[in-house]
């Protein structure tokens, strides 16, 4: 995300990315996991919120 870099991993139905601080997508990663399997990183951050 504009100015913030990568953020944390999210899972499906989860918030990701920033809200109300009108910043662009810049890059999108997404990688599939076996059900129940861990995140491929650190799920911390992954949603900001102004």
């Known amino acids: 995300m504009q100015d913030y870099g ?3 991993w999210a899972k499906n ?3 990701a990315g920033s809200e ?3 910043k662009r ?3 999108i990663e ?4 076996t059900k129940g399997g861990m ?6 951050s992954s949603f900001i919120k102004k």
């Open 6 to 8: 990568w953020l944390g």
């Open 13 to 15: 139905g989860g918030k």
């Open 20 to 22: 109300g601080m009108s």
């Open 25 to 27: 997508l810049e890059g």
């Open 30 to 33: 997404i990688v599939l996991v």
């Open 39 to 44: 995140a491929p990183g650190s799920t911390s």
